[in-house]
């Protein structure tokens, strides 16, 4: 089976207060377990222990989480890894509170990525008996879950060729410079079942370990204005949107969190296959790439990184 | 009764053929008549003969007309008008095709307004009796009608006074320079019924006889959408949004037509009410007032008037 | 000016604690005062003093209130009343906490109508500087205003031709046996402005008194939705819908409070105007008029009035 | 890699031109081929040469097609089938028009299950290269996939596991008698992959090779509200919607196409998971998992198999 999805993102923030009030009480994700420096959260639609783990100090990805079907995967990845020639670790039940041992991968593009094949199941509100449609009371945005992390590297090319061959990632999208250079990924879009996106990798000058930023799943293009409204009282700051993307066609909201971590409220877009043919963006799209509707871009969307 | 709605608006376009296209093939306007260089078009939920009148040769707002329940309410207003000190002129049934005799009238900030009692009924292609909810065939973005519009004056004050004291509308929305100058509009927002605004003013250097935006109403958030979209494969530049107003709490794009005119596509907003508080908006929150999500403000907004 | 809107209904429940569970935490209404067996609430967005009131016993409506702009829009309507032939009575302020004095009619229907020109100012916790887009806690539904009522007649015609005549209100909409009895309604949906309807009536045999449903306005199909997911939670019965009016074109969910009474949550709709042709109905096609979509209709929809 | 999704489906029709008119100018299909009594549709956002296959002469499903992701999946299901104990017959490529040589398995059910590995690439119209967001000219519905089927059987248990033993499907939610009786599926929602279902099977009498409905995706809450309204102007019977499934979370129109096969517009529905846990539905509350929002049942709904 492999990689089921992106199972968690460890997030580093500078004030741990701050990112409670952003992530508890703004987005309205559930909070599981603070242990040290870490507060482990979920979202109310998903099931197993944690998906976001904030850590205090400094900014950006400290590390992500990919959930595998079963334990033979685990040592199926790491004889690929060796292979493909990254450096990777065994980690043990417990490093990570409520989640098993499993694989930790050094990314060519420096990303420290986890791979595990069981959390500590936790379930939802909701249940699993004639459940009803969400919880009665939902906090904030009451986002459901997470759905994809935008990655920066120095080389795009490598990473990418990482997820494809060990992960058995796909390519659903991908921004090449030109059609004559259609063997060069600036950006890329890869999945691992049927969503847009499980990981996306991004190019640029020292980008290298790197969060572009962190998506969160909701509902459609009315919960979107909803989240924007929320963010609008709340203060949160917007960088991009509502919109819709050009690729994915994944309706969207880039904000930021109070330590400058940029996120996404993503919704919608098609529905990925494995045999669709890859879409390709040329660089002189990329605007409409992103911003399908005013095909513009902020300047921020390449330099705030985090 | 007075003064129904803002009936019409003559827009100047650089272009005919550029903006045939845009109002025709984007917009979904129907063409009702072509004399001279003036197209009149109508959205498909209007039934009198035409809301939009293309004017070929520059930009801008050629004028605007108000329609009035009946005959008398055109001398009332001609008398308040003289009472106030505007320029006004009698119009004979026939200056404008298919729209009744009325009143002109020069206002302080220099445009020119009509009022009338009657058009020429054409009804829609959904008749009158068991309607279907929607032409069947719809082009486009197909909007149903205009909504308002946003003039630019030198100063606020008096035109606004003018349409309070001699149109009878009232007040829905202000934004003032701070609590202090409560009694300054540096905008104002004024309705003759429940809608959020009929015509809206805006003040700044030499913005007299000038043109903001001119609005058109579609129905609902995901509406506002499907216009982007389209926007998008039609290449209409966007200005701001997809959005929400503070101001109105109306959903809002923002675009330019080919000739550079400002239009918006508006859906939405509270039911306004004449005895409902007027909103104050203070000048340092103005940008949260046009665009309630992201906060901040095109440098467009207060430059780019035709 | 003359008649603003509907501006409360009285609505008897068998049950107060059940209607309070029900109104208060489902409808996301405000509680403002209790006196006696009557409870009074207002939704958020509303700017006076109540538009709910519940009184414990009995089912149906007991009284509905319009508001006026002035004073002297009193006296003429009691002296339009009067030569109507309908019977009147002068009532106090104070009859109705925090409401003015008025005027008290009986309709041809038999339904108890009042006339007020002020409620108690409450304003809403938006405010009117700067406002959010919203209360950020809303309870359940959080509805934020009355919209419309549609009473049960014995007799159509008589209280049509009442609110025209009295009341200056216009019709939008009207059903009819057939297109060789357009003098004849079987329903009628009457406006005083921009809405669809303040007051809609509907014939049948032992109608008089009685009430159809009670309609409090939502903003748009997705708010509609939301709506009948917290119903589903909570429990509320629902008796038609989500789906769409051919009548007004507006979205529905037609329920059942805990006595019985069938209330509406009403979005969108058309814009009504005083100037567009009234949109005829003939019985035939009376279905797809109130369920545009599935164009059938309950045997509730004639049957349980309360 | 095994089972993509459900490729394609063999509808039968009484009256090709009724059922042209339906799936193509209210649905918006593209018809590809057509070849004695049958015409091959695709949606406008499949990729593969059809994914609906019309076939003049009785109603219900003919049969339905698996695409795996590459010909040796073709004999792992062959071998799984015979271990199984289904008949199985190799199908040759051109049986089909554009389908790839495969297996033929006739269902525990009765019905004829195809698996293919390759159908002709057709595409789009928005290209792979730089995508506009849909094709700027969808006819009426403009549905852009198939989505799912759902199968009567006599005995669902038995076909159920045969969709799990030789697919790998796994069970996303099921309807059970009650909780003492979780061994027995009345109804089973079984996914490939992160779409709610592939395909869905029903118990009844005399259920066997029946179709319950047939569904297509849509984009979200609103696309099902413009589905419906499109429906009403085509006067397409509508057997029960706009809702949402308490099952899948799925947004929902079932109706009837012109032969009285049941039809779905599917939109929305979390995300699956093969670890995510099945969620049990008890007989009592199966009206809910059907229609979340009105909680009661049609009787056509277990009565109108075709």
Chains 1, 2, 3, 4 share one sequence.
Request: hydrophobic fraction near 35%.
């Amino acid at each position: 089976m492999g990689v089921l999805r992106l199972g968690y993102v460890h997030v580093r923030v500078t004030d741990m207060e701050a990112a409670k009030r952003h992530y508890i009480n703004t987005m309205g994700f559930y909070p599981m377990l603070e242990v040290g420096n870490k507060l482990y959260l979920k979202g109310w639609d998903e099931f197993d222990h944690h998906s976001i783990v904030l850590e205090e100090g400094g900014v950006g990805v400290a590390k992500v989480g990919f959930k595998v079907a079963k334990p033979d995967d685990i040592d199926v990845i790491e004889s690929k890894s060796r292979t493909f020639g990254v450096e990777t670790q065994r980690m043990t039940k417990g490093d990570n509170p409520d989640v098993s041992d499993g694989l930790r991968i050094t990314l060519p593009s420096g990303h420290i990525v986890e791979v595990y094949h069981d959390q500590t199941y936790v379930g939802s509100l909701v249940g699993t008996v004639n459940p009803q449609l969400f919880p009665r009371e939902l906090v904030g945005i009451g986002a459901p879950r997470i759905d994809h992390a935008l990655l920066g590297c120095d080389d795009v090319n490598t990473t990418e060729k990482f997820f494809i061959d060990v992960f058995d990632f796909y390519q659903v999208e991908r921004l090449i410079p030109d059609l004559d250079h259609q063997d060069c990924s600036l950006a890329t879009w890869l999945s691992s079942g049927n969503r847009g996106h499980d990981i996306a990798l991004i190019q640029g000058e020292n980008y290298d370990k790197k969060l572009h930023h962190l998506a969160f799943q909701l509902e459609g293009w009315s919960d979107i204005l909803k989240a924007g409204q929320i963010m609008s009282i709340d203060d949160v700051p917007i960088d991009m949107g509502p919109t819709q993307h050009g690729i994915t066609r994944g309706k969207t909201i880039y904000y930021f969190d109070p330590s400058g971590n940029r996120n996404e409220v993503f919704a919608d877009g098609y529905v990925a296959q494995r045999d669709r043919p890859t879409m390709l963006w040329t660089a002189d799209q990329v605007a409409r790439g992103i911003n399908a509707i005013n095909r513009t871009l902020n300047e921020t969307f390449t330099t705030a990184l985090t």
